[in-house]
């Protein structure tokens, strides 16, 4: 039978902790949110132990949450990330002094099969940034798509952008991205032009009170969804293959700086990962790109039929 007094602690621990994510940490409101889905179906798992505080949660229970997560065929990936969201939430109670171990710490998720990430090559992306600028509305995308391939940003950081944060004359800008960290990254010619162009119309019908870089119609900060909504209408105009999303243009930007400049560190801190594991994954792209050629070019490694 569930412990009704166990419900409600766990319950508290949890909006203490989503608390401190938001207001220490800093962390999106989605990603707080994403953290509560994740430690809701665990207080429902674990509330039906006969358990009096978090201090009794051992990595039993912890081991069999996974394995109901397994067999209730959540991907691999899900996994991992309800176990993250369990381990943190431990790392929280250790530091308010509420347990002194974290049951989840030596717990291993399903490892994930790695999916590389789809790029844009340059010929694609030439393509598809070649449209003219005939009024704000196509000025004010064009700077988006040069923008975010010109820095490897992410969706989050484009829309967050004031319009204090491009250094016109140092051709560079800082932003904000996950944990509210701030980072400061180069622009190209070609979108720092871009973005000349842009502001001349954001200039015109701009409200003074307004801050945010890239605004909708309304003269109000343009949401993530509008942006991928027009990246894929002129995708589409410009007949890309494939569909173009946002990160799509980030992935691309990362893997074209490793392939021309081999720099695994630096494309790490353009992209603003914390681990470099994370950036690693280009590396498996730049391989894949290498072996097409070996295969295409090598007279023992080329088909029968080529």
Request: hydrophobic residues 40%.
């Amino acid at each position: 039978m569930l412990n009704q007094r166990f419900f409600d602690l766990l319950n508290e621990s949890v909006q203490a902790f989503l608390q401190f994510l938001a207001t220490e940490r800093g962390l999106a409101a989605n990603t707080c949110a994403s953290y509560g889905r994740d430690l809701d179906k665990f207080c429902a798992f674990i509330a039906d132990w006969r358990l009096a505080a978090w201090q009794e949660v051992e990595d039993k229970h912890i081991r069999g949450f996974v394995a109901e997560l397994h067999r209730d065929e959540l991907a691999a990936k899900s996994i991992q990330r309800h176990l993250s969201a369990i381990r943190t939430f431990y790392q929280f109670l250790i530091a308010e002094k509420c347990v002194t171990h974290n049951p989840a710490a030596g717990v291993k998720a399903p490892k994930a099969q790695r999916h590389l990430p789809q790029t844009l090559d340059v010929d694609q992306l030439n393509g598809l940034l070649s449209f003219a600028v005939t009024d704000a509305l196509s000025a004010r995308d064009k700077a988006m798509l040069e923008l975010v391939y010109s820095s490897g940003l992410r969706v989050s950081e484009l829309v967050s952008l004031n319009l204090y944060d491009i250094d016109f004359p140092g051709a560079s800008l800082v932003v904000t991205g996950k944990g509210n960290k701030t980072r400061m990254l180069p622009i190209g010619r070609v979108a720092l032009e871009a973005l000349r162009v842009w502001v001349k119309y954001r200039a015109q019908s701009a409200p003074l009170d307004e801050e945010a870089l890239f605004l909708s119609k309304q003269g109000r900060r343009l949401s993530t969804r509008s942006v991928q909504q027009r990246f894929d209408y002129w995708a589409k105009r410009m007949h890309t293959e494939g569909k173009v999303y946002p990160h799509r243009l980030r992935h691309s930007f990362a893997s074209h700086m490793l392939e021309s400049s081999g720099d695994l560190r630096a494309v790490q801190e353009l992209l603003g990962h914390e681990d470099i594991s994370t950036t690693q994954v280009y590396t498996h792209l730049d391989f894949q790109h290498l072996m097409s050629v070996y295969e295409s070019a090598h007279p023992r490694a080329k088909k029968q039929d080529d």
